[in-house]
């Protein structure tokens, strides 16, 4: 079992519609990142977070910490908001932390005008 | 812009070879990261350093390495090159190695073995 699971793999949309894209995980982490790639390949970090809620634009990410889940919402979606959304967690590691993300394998959107 | 710049964008090589990618981190930056995107594996992460000293590995093969200079940019060194290792990779930075640090991500170098 992966360690970061997310869902659903696959998503098509019409433009305007909410989109909600999930993330659970099975470790003890310090911290979850929302990353965004797009078919180009260049990846585009969205928000960090380690408890709470943060909103940027149209864009909101939810994380429970007890629950280890987290969540990101695409308000009013719009076709450039297609591409591949993963989300990654830093574990708690031995090193104090000093080790790299642990990725899911990423959500794939597709906004239709 | 990341402000992370990665060098070559693309390489293309044969089975057998030896290539050199390169990373300059943000401005301020003295934590580095190397990532490795295939197609089947996903990313991965390779190796942090910080401050020119390795500071944690990940699933990073044998015959890769990797340095962080006093200007702190850094290199991922690929040997004896398979098949396999065509992929993209990406180089991170983040301002100190904590875990509580967002990263900035390069546009990636895309290796293909021929």
């Known amino acids: 079992k992966n360690e970061v699971e997310q869902s659903p793999q696959n998503l098509t949309a019409q433009e305007g519609e909410f989109i909600t894209i999930n993330c659970s995980y099975s470790v003890g982490i310090s911290a979850l990142h929302w990353l965004q790639q797009h078919p180009g390949g260049g990846i585009v970090s969205l928000f960090m977070?380690?408890?709470g809620k943060k909103k940027h634009g149209r864009l909101i990410a939810t994380i429970n910490i007890q629950e280890k889940h987290s969540s990101l919402h695409i308000t009013a979606s719009h076709p450039r908001d297609s591409a591949v959304y993963i989300c990654?967690?830093?574990?708690?590691?031995?090193?104090?932390?000093?080790?790299?993300?642990?990725f899911g394998k990423g959500t794939h959107l597709i906004i239709q005008p | 812009d990341s402000g992370v710049t990665q060098t070559p964008k693309h390489l293309i090589t044969a089975t057998g070879q030896r290539v050199t990618l390169r990373c300059s981190p943000r401005s301020g930056d003295l934590s580095v990261y190397w990532y490795q995107q295939s197609l089947d594996q996903g990313l991965q992460f390779l190796i942090q350093?910080?401050?020119?000293?390795?500071?944690a590995k990940g699933n990073i093969l044998e015959r890769f390495s990797a340095q962080q200079f006093p200007d702190l940019h850094s290199e991922l060194n690929l040997s004896s090159l398979e098949l396999g290792d065509s992929a993209l990779y990406f180089c991170a930075s983040s301002v100190g190695q904590g875990p509580v640090q967002p990263q900035h991500f390069g546009d990636g170098t895309r290796l293909s073995i021929l």
């Open positions: 350093y910080y401050n020119g000293e390795e500071r």
């Open positions: 977070l380690s408890s």
């Open positions: 990654a967690v830093r574990s708690i590691g031995s090193g104090g932390g000093a080790d790299g993300l642990t």
